[in-house]
């Protein structure tokens, strides 16, 4: 029913940008918070940014000052990355939180290398 697509990953040099986009088809109702999380290889999924559905932001520490997460109240988040380290090398994932439990894409591999 409700399907997350990520779209945007890639290879990009340290230093480099990318634009993670995740669209949402289907109908989520009531106040809902959207969210990046990455996994890289061998290591734990882990929170890179939320948002609310007012706006409000929260990033981790790792990221905080290089990512800026972003959404429309209808369909669409992003996630603009700036100044890309190789230990943002992951998977990311976008995701969906409501009352009722939660939504996951499928994935959008990042690679940061030179």
């Known amino acids: 029913q409700v399907r997350l697509v990520e779209s945007g990953g890639g290879l990009v040099q340290p230093g480099g940008s990318l634009r993670l986009s995740c669209e949402v088809s289907?109908?989520?109702?009531?106040?809902?918070?959207m969210g990046w999380y990455r996994q890289a290889p061998g290591k734990q999924r882990e929170l890179a940014a939320t948002?609310?559905?007012?706006?409000?932001t929260n990033y981790a520490i790792s990221v905080k000052g290089r990512f800026t997460i972003s959404r429309n109240n209808q369909n669409t988040m992003w996630l603009q990355m700036n100044s890309l380290k190789p230990e943002d090398t992951a998977v990311y994932y976008c995701?969906?939180?409501?009352?009722?439990?939660?939504?996951w894409g499928q994935g959008t591999q990042v690679t940061v290398s030179s």
């Open positions: 948002i609310t559905s007012g706006g409000n």
């Open positions: 995701n969906v939180a409501t009352t009722g439990g939660g939504y």
């Open positions: 289907g109908r989520i109702w009531g106040i809902y918070t």
